[in-house]
DNA sequence: CAATCTTTCTCCACTCACAGGACAAAGGCG
DNA sequence: CGCCTTTGTCCTGTGAGTGGAGAAAGATTG
């Protein structure tokens, strides 16, 4: 079926279409309230949008004492797809135009198996939440994929974790299958976009959002936008030296922070002190799973494993060091923790925190919070869609 | 006298006063070529800047074939004051509203001595410089100064190397002194606004401007804008740590950037060398000058002197270690090196460029330049007359 | 030297965005 | 039932901006 073939005319429209998506339903006087137009003015845009059916009057608001308004609302029949493909699983969820996450898939998965197995994956599931009744087709679609993006272009490039994408047309081609407006960006980007749209960054106008999941990254955003950088790396942070002289990591170098901490670093680490005999927790894990991954050390640091909690203290202190000098670096007024790994809690995040007001400069530090992503999971999907979103409601 | 009252009353009237500052004379012609505007609009809103003073018509351009063009410049009788105060001495420059240096003034001094008695002196060599008769009076003044400034208001925080400056309203006692309006901002961020404006890093949109003088900072362009972080310490990057367990520092923690390289540390670790006898030529500066600076390491690396230059490419390791770490985070398009140590010159740019090309990520530093600054001294004060020029040059 | 072409600049009529006030619609409250 | 409040619509005036028709001023050419 043909959908929202409709953009905003202006930047008016596009105002208003964002403050519909961000605040939800509100009548003309609302609206008018925020944003700075007289109410004629307003009048004709609002009727403009009505006629392209981005958005639709239904209904009667309770009176305030006066006349009752009209409720103004984004077409609820708008559906965004966001996609957050990751190193080892993919996350496919259906919004409406609001953002709301109305349906939610994920299944594991490996990048590696490069980009035309993947999207079949990504296909599927989305086709599956079409069939649940959530969506009659899409509206746009927002991807995540975990390494560097040329953006303006949506395609990979150079991805270390991820052979066989570089240089794939990740934009063109989900464009075409789905048949809708696709945008393509770094995972991490798309986490910082969710939780500011919907999780702790709410109001943050320059922040780090550092997901951990099998490998490290930083979402940055000045001023309210993503900084993706020149060549689309920013926020590439796993493979800052953290450690001289430290472990060899796949890059080539020494001591990168991701060869000491990520999931596949804890993962290996957990391994090797089962072997060792050092945990009886993880080796009986090791026992029963086959295998050990980081959900397993966050449940035996649960359990109160010493060596589990030493790993995680050891990994948050060389995180935090590395974050300490972002901090210095970049002052952000805020500090999001997300990815996989956020299960291991609170026990990373204070190890990370000690570390970053030992070592950041007081006045960086100051007022500066801490804390786990809010979103889990749906950061990314959420993110996604949101990317998609911010497109399509400017002005074509 | 009454200087410059009139402020561009919209947006258009201030991109062109932007244009004839950076693009230098033009006539209406060419103006209405970058500004998108029919001859019509464009012609009203010249005529009005022209009413104000703020720019004016000067003599006929010679025909091109056709009819000969008004030059229409900037009123050539405005006048910015630079100001750009350091740890150990201050530039006063004066520019015209093209923000070409007129004059420039350098002097020691010493910041500890306080916001007053510096005040007074950088008044004497204002005064000085308006008694050349380069100016009748100043339009503007930018300044900077060696620590984070709030910037709305234009107030020092918490500076670590100057006390005594910690909340002097800077800002508005310059400007009841010169009675004129005052910008402030940190020094390093006046040195990225000058090398954007007329040095190597002109037509590039996200930067780092590495300033190594008595202490090292770095300056951040994001999208052309500088960013100044949440509490205005941003690009405060001398504490990062680069020493693990290295030498204690000013501020309490140990083998901070600064403790291994900086003016300051270069001149200890140049004393020490001279007193053990490791280096002939810098114990004979020592004996003549009765001390050591920078710059005799500079001088004596120039000479050949094997301890200099080991000295100077250590820093640049050590140097070229944190900022890797910036480049793999930021991935800008440029890295611009400057400050007092740019006399240290290509064995220092060496010695980073060996280090972030090797421990930085290929996609971020492909491409990337890593290059000396161009203007020296100048860049401060003509970042702090572009800055005050910016704040005028907007509508009010 | 006149006729013609170029380039620059000015003037004028027309369009459109937008503000702001008058007014109508719809409800609450005494 | 009259009066007040809130919401939404209509209409007119204003000012920004466009685009075209020339006028001004010089170069070029037969």
Redesign the interface.
């Known amino acids: 079926m043909r959908r929202m073939t409709a953009r905003p005319a202006n930047a008016h429209q596009a105002r208003l279409l964002k403050l519909l998506r961000d605040g939800g339903p509100n009548s003309r006087a609302q609206l008018g309230d925020q944003v700075d137009l007289s109410r004629s003015k307003l009048a004709v845009e609002v009727d403009r949008l009505l006629e392209t059916g981005l958005v639709v009057a239904d209904g009667l608001a309770a009176s305030r004492g006066g006349r009752r308004s009209h409720n103004i609302r984004l077409a609820p029949n708008l559906r965004f797809l966001g996609v957050d493909i990751g190193a080892t699983s993919v996350d496919v969820a259906v919004t409406n135009a609001e953002l709301e996450v109305l349906g939610h898939l994920n299944q594991p998965m490996d990048v590696r198996e490069g980009p035309v197995a993947v999207f079949e994956q990504v296909l599927a599931m989305a086709a599956k939440l079409r069939a649940t009744g959530l969506a009659e087709g899409f509206d746009g679609a927002g991807i995540g994929v975990p390494g560097?993006v040329r953006f303006p272009e949506g395609v990979p490039?150079?991805p270390p974790i991820m052979p066989g994408w570089d240089g794939f047309p990740v934009r063109e081609a989900l464009s075409q299958e789905l048949g809708c407006p696709v945008m393509v960006d770094n995972d991490v980007n798309l986490m910082a976009m969710g939780e500011q749209h919907a999780g702790v960054a709410r109001s943050v106008?320059?922040f780090l959002c550092i997901k951990i999941g099998t490998g490290i990254g930083?979402g940055?955003v000045?001023?309210g936008?993503v900084?993706?950088?020149?060549?689309?790396?920013?926020?590439?942070?796993g493979?800052?030296?953290a450690?001289?002289d430290g472990r060899p990591c796949a890059?080539g170098?020494r001591g990168c922070l991701e060869a000491h901490f990520s999931g596949a670093a804890l993962a290996r680490d957990a391994l090797e002190a089962a072997q060792q005999g050092l945990s009886a927790e993880l080796a009986s894990r090791l026992e029963t799973n086959g295998g050990l991954t980081a959900v397993d050390v966050a449940a035996a640091a649960a359990a109160g494993d010493a060596t589990s909690l030493d790993l995680i203290r050891e990994g948050g202190t060389r995180t935090g060091?590395?974050i300490?000098?972002?901090v210095?670096?970049?002052?952000?007024?805020l500090v999001v923790i997300g990815g996989g790994v956020t299960g291991l809690g609170h026990t990373l995040l204070a190890a990370i925190r000690t570390q970053v007001y030992?070592?950041?400069?007081?006045?960086?530090t100051?007022?500066?919070p801490i804390v786990l992503g809010e979103l889990g999971p749906n950061a990314g999907v959420i993110g996604a869609a949101r990317l998609i979103s911010d497109h399509l409601f400017s002005p074509a």
């Open positions: 560097p490039v150079a106008g320059d930083c940055i000045v001023g936008e900084h993706r950088g020149t060549t689309g790396s920013a926020g590439d942070i493979h800052i030296q450690v001289p890059c170098n060091q590395v300490a000098g972002l210095s670096f970049f002052n952000p007024g030992r070592q950041s400069l007081p006045l960086a100051g007022n500066l």
